[in-house]
């Protein structure tokens, strides 16, 4: 089995579209700022400032600048608390780290709310490590540069890697890197009818702990 897996985090390991969304509702409040796109899972994903740009239609960096305060401190302070794991998903963490496997996280979540989700879902332990665009100086502009970092910092050959995520992003940041792409679709999937032929889907987690070689899962623990 391969020993590195690196995860995508939401939509993958965590439901957090509740606390994002009223995030991003409240920051739209309190700016006074109008937003012209609707709220839904589409926004759940990319990084904060395309998001921020699609919901308002603007691009000046100054009301961009002002609706990212707003919604840092409002998911930084008290959203991320309200994230949700998928069922099963701690259980199998668990099992790949006392399998000897080394997970990662690779999300295009800030680094910071990323850390605090990490910490209070007592997950510290699991993963050799986190990263995020932001981790990085410059931060990077999307997923494929961030998992070429990751596997230039790390060391790691491709071949001995998995990514897990849940859009067609993660898969095509994996297949830039020659790197076998599991696609999860319990999270803010699109359609997998046109998948290309060599991902493998997952559509429960007992399925993802079977590709991964963990098989001691309750059958009851899954999305």
Sequence with gaps: MKPHLIFDLDGTLIDSAN?????FDLAFQHTGIP????????????????TLARLSGRNDEASLQQLAAAFKNEYDQVGYLETE?????????????????H???ATNKRLYPTQKIVAHLGWQSLFSDVFALDYFEPALNNKAAMIGEILQTKQLNPADCFYIGDRV?????ADCHHMDFIWVTWGYAESVAAHPP?????????????????????????P
């Design 169 to 173: 992003e993660d898969g095509l940041a």
């Design 85 to 101: 794991v998928y069922a099963g998903v701690t259980a199998l963490l668990h099992q790949l780290h006392l399998a000897g496997r």
């Design 19 to 23: 606390s994002i969304l009223k995030s």
């Design 103 to 105: 997970c990662y996280i």
């Design 198 to 222: 060599h991902w493998q889907v997952c559509e429960t987690l007992l399925s993802l702990a079977s590709t991964l070689g963990v098989t001691a899962l309750d059958e009851r623990q899954h």
């Design 35 to 50: 937003r012209v796109a609707p709220l839904n899972h589409a926004v759940i994903g990319p990084p904060l400032m395309q």
